[in-house]
């Protein structure tokens, strides 16, 4: 896996130039375009994200909601989705537990 701009990770397939290529604006070059290997790979511009370039297996596909990404969402995937979130919560967590506890002693 490669990492793009956003801190994603690529396919192998999925250049950083191509990545970086594709996420400018269009000027109506059709080469701005996902080819369908791209699409069936799982890359997708996110409306959930503003249009940025995600792959299923990018940590923001966690809060997409496209439609038509469904056919991605295998149960393999949203374990894996699970997993990464429930990581997320833990740094978060112990941090609320330290805020907890410093109004416990009257620090804030």
């Not at 038509?68 to 967590?93: G, H, L, N, S, V």
Request: charged share 35%; hydrophobic share 35%.
């Amino acid at each position: 896996m490669i990492t793009s701009e956003s801190g994603g990770t690529m396919s192998k397939k999925m250049t950083k130039e191509r990545w970086n290529y594709l996420m400018q604006p269009f000027i109506g070059d059709e080469d701005v375009m996902l080819t369908a290997e791209e699409l069936n790979e799982g890359w997708h511009w996110c409306e959930e994200w503003d249009g940025l370039l995600i792959h299923v297996d990018d940590d923001e596909f966690v809060s997409c909601t496209c439609g038509f990404m469904e056919k991605f969402r295998t149960p393999e995937r949203i374990k894996a989705m699970q997993d990464k979130i429930a990581k997320w919560k833990e740094p978060q967590d112990a941090m609320q537990r330290l805020a907890d506890l410093d109004e416990e002693l009257g620090l804030n």
